[in-house]
């Protein structure tokens, strides 16, 4: 017999919000989510075999969250921001927070146009509490918490047809 078929349920709650002549705009949302019958494919490599065995787990599973967003414009060429995420899982009992912060600068140059963008990402990784998870032994990296730094900066010409840029990213 096939597996029945996906069914969720969502409700959300928001707010937004303009401070300060629109210098400051804020996002606020609170949700729950319901997952019946939430289906999802683990690959697990029993002992004595060459290859994995793709392995289909259904189950329920419930979220709930908040998220924050906030947008400072520091000055008319400066902005810095935040987003940020925390994420209950009731089905592995496990949360999780990521976030991140962003710094824009587009400062007055005589020829052209130079923006510049600098962002922090972090993601809280909680798979290693996930008792419904069978997790490799040795994978470098596995479970761990991944936090990125990446740079950009781009030179247009004042037409607009040529944009030039660098990027810099873990």
């Known amino acids: 017999n096939p597996l029945d078929p996906e069914e969720s349920t969502n ?3 928001g707010i937004k919000g303009d401070f300060f002549n629109r210098r400051l705009i804020t996002e606020l949302a609170v949700y ?5 019958g939430r289906q999802r494919s ?3 490599k029993p002992p004595g075999q060459a290859n994995a065995t793709p392995i289909l787990i ?7 969250g908040v998220e924050i967003i906030l947008n400072w414009l ?11 995420e925390l994420v209950e899982d009731t089905l592995s009992d496990t949360a999780d927070t990521d976030y991140t912060i962003t710094f824009d600068w587009s400062p007055q140059i005589s020829k052209g146009r130079l923006d510049l963008r600098a962002e922090y990402i972090f993601y809280e990784n909680s ?3 996930d008792p419904t998870i ?7 990296g596995y ?8 740079a950009r900066a781009a030179w247009s010409t004042d037409d607009g047809k040529w944009t030039f840029g660098i990027w810099g990213k873990n």
Do not use: A
């Not at 729950?32 to 019946?36: F, K, P, S």
């Not at 259904?58 to 709930?64: C, H, K, S």
């Not at 069978?134 to 470098?140: A, D």
């Not at 479970?143 to 990446?150: C, F, I, M, S, T």
């Open 74 to 84: 520091i000055t008319d060429t400066m902005n810095l921001g935040f987003r940020g």
């Open 32 to 36: 729950y989510m319901e997952l019946d």
């Open 143 to 150: 479970g761990e918490d991944r936090k990125l730094l990446n």
């Open 42 to 44: 683990v690959y697990s």
């Open 127 to 129: 798979i290693l509490e």
């Open 11 to 13: 409700y959300e709650w």
């Open 58 to 64: 259904n189950g329920d599973q419930e979220f709930t």
């Open 134 to 140: 069978i997790h490799p032994e040795g994978l470098k």
